[in-house]
């Protein structure tokens, strides 16, 4: 069982250059979550998507743009990728209740806007 | 929004000791989870525990919702026990109703020696 499964793994961009970071998971969760995580920081929420078309703004989604293919797969997109935007992007999922439950999470994109 | 606090935020052990993370939150929450960081940045679901005691092997959690707290024991620490761990919470009434994704603490980065 692959789970939650992020791709790249690292990535280097220059200021201004796009680019879209994808996940996907295979365990038929509804909600699926993009957080960031920098140095000595919890992690924060970017954007989330409780299910199938639907996306909705986090705690940092300025910069951000986010899209719910299907089931499984949702996509952060950098625009115009800045050096405030270098980070450690996690993607998660969870099951469909409320409250949510147990979250699982991808192994994290490495990206650094230089 | 809700204000996840974890202490403390830095502990060195020697193998088989033992240690509390303790995790303050400032309002009622419907939803906690404890997270485990390992050295290569993994993050592991360890415990969905938004009331009461579970305890899986030498880790044992207990969140008392009325007090506004949580706390994870490790028990006979090993050094594959070090890295950061992060309490996270769920507030319904900051969310809107479910699927809204989590608030992190900063995390207790916790080293374990041989």
């Known amino acids: 069982n692959a789970g939650v499964t992020q791709t790249p793994k690292f990535q280097v961009l220059k200021t201004g250059q796009s680019m879209t970071l994808q996940c996907a998971q295979d365990m038929n969760h509804n909600s699926m979550y993009w957080y960031r995580q920098d140095p000595g920081m919890g992690l924060r929420l970017i954007y989330y998507?409780?299910?199938?078309?639907?996306?909705d703004k986090g705690e940092v989604p300025n910069g951000y743009n986010v899209s719910r293919l299907n089931k499984r797969e949702f996509s952060l997109r950098l625009e115009s990728a800045a050096p405030s935007q270098t980070s450690v992007y996690f993607c998660a999922s969870s099951e469909p209740r409320v409250p949510l439950g147990p979250q699982h999470f991808g192994d994290g994109t490495r990206l650094s806007i230089l | 929004g809700i204000q996840v606090e974890q202490s403390p935020p830095d502990l060195i052990l020697q193998e088989g000791a033992n240690s509390t993370l303790r995790c303050n939150f400032s309002?009622?929450?419907?939803?906690l989870q404890w997270f485990h960081q390992n050295p290569w940045g993994q993050l592991i679901n360890l415990f969905y525990i938004p009331s009461g005691t579970k305890q899986n092997g030498r880790l044992s959690a207990t969140t008392v919702a009325t007090e506004r707290y949580s706390l994870l024991y490790i028990s006979s620490s090993q050094t594959t026990d070090s890295g950061v761990y992060f309490c996270a919470v769920e507030n319904l009434r900051y969310s809107g109703g479910g699927a809204d994704g989590l608030t992190f603490g900063k995390g207790t980065h916790l080293i374990i020696q041989p």
């Open positions: 998507s409780a299910s199938e078309g639907t996306t």
């Open positions: 309002d009622s929450v419907n939803n």
